[in-house]
């Protein structure tokens, strides 16, 4: 190992991906993934058309420690060989949480290693770094658009990694969603025309094809100087057009042209919060990260932007624990990891202020 690297496990299970994953930050700051092990829950809580808390807590209790055996396994590294642990203790459903925080804690202490708590947030943030030497072109101030499941957030990232504080996302925030996260919009419209859980791939794939202009769904708050998106009209009018539809048994041969025109509603609405706020603070690169981040039509999109935009790899668009090791790593460099008090009392939280 070259001097100045690092090697972090990390671990996730804030909501139905039981995670581990060994990541090395090099000499020169690139981070790459080792090994992940990612046990998905999707197939589970399929059948309840979204995530049931109780059961994502009970299954990871189950994987975790396979996960981590395997990470720790396919990485070719052993304990000995670990500079830290790093485990999302925020946000998330608590008790899916509780179960890597304790599964942390336990080996950080039988191991004797430092022991970093991650936002979760920060972690899709690390993402765009991940096998990617070209994240060190990105230019500051950065306009990052976190689009998942859960957020739909817009920050203005102000520096590279190393000049992260503990508080960046809280004071770099400048929009957020009042109401459904875009990846939340994805699911229910895509649960409306009877696809499974989570819906935002199918809507992607289905809607190859289909017309985006078919259909005319609303783009909520075109006030120019609010930052802010709103999703939760678009699942109402396309209850609405789904019905009529029906009514002249037209649904199935109107998909293509629904999902289209959903996908194009959704991503106009991203799109023109996204230019008034990098305008508004004069940033110099874009970065997408999240799960929708993985939609095709928002990156075709953006590959027409006048900005450089930046994305994660496809494989660390969705939840996963290389981009809370790829966190860990930042904090690890700052020197932001646990005393040991903190260790032993860390919690988890499901809704930090940020
Ligand atoms: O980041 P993520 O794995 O979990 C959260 O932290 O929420 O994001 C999951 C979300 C789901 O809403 C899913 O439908 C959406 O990302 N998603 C997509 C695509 N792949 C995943 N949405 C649109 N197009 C995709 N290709
Ligand atoms: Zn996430």
Known sequence: MSEGA???LGIETSCDECSASVVERNGNGELRALSVSTFSQIAIHQPYGGVVP????????????????DALRDSGK????????AVTN??????????????AKALAYVHEKPLIAVHHLEGHLA?????QPEASQIEYPLLLALVSGGHTNLYVIPGPPDTWGPDLLAQAQVGRSRDDAAGEAFDKTAKLMGFPYPGGIWIDRRSQGGDPKRYAFPRALPEKKVLDFSFSGLKTAVALEIQKLQKKDMLDAEIPHLCASIQEAIIDALMGKIELAAAKHRCRSLAFVGGVAANSRLRARLAENRRPCFFPKSQYC???AAMIAAAGAFQFQQGRILS?????TL??????SI
Do not use: C, K, Y
């Open 78 to 85: 052993n304990w000995a060989e670990l500079d830290a642990l």
């Open 54 to 69: 109780e059961i994502a807590s009970r299954n990871h209790l189950e994987t975790v420690n396979a996960m981590v055996d």
């Open 6 to 8: 690092r090697l972090i």
């Open 90 to 103: 925020r946000p998330g459903l608590v008790g899916a949480l509780l179960v890597g925080v304790s599964a």
């Open 127 to 131: 993402s765009l770094f991940l096998d």
């Open 340 to 344: 040991r008090q903190q260790m032993l």
């Open 347 to 352: 919690n988890a939280v499901a809704n930090p």
């Open 318 to 320: 969705t939840d996963n």
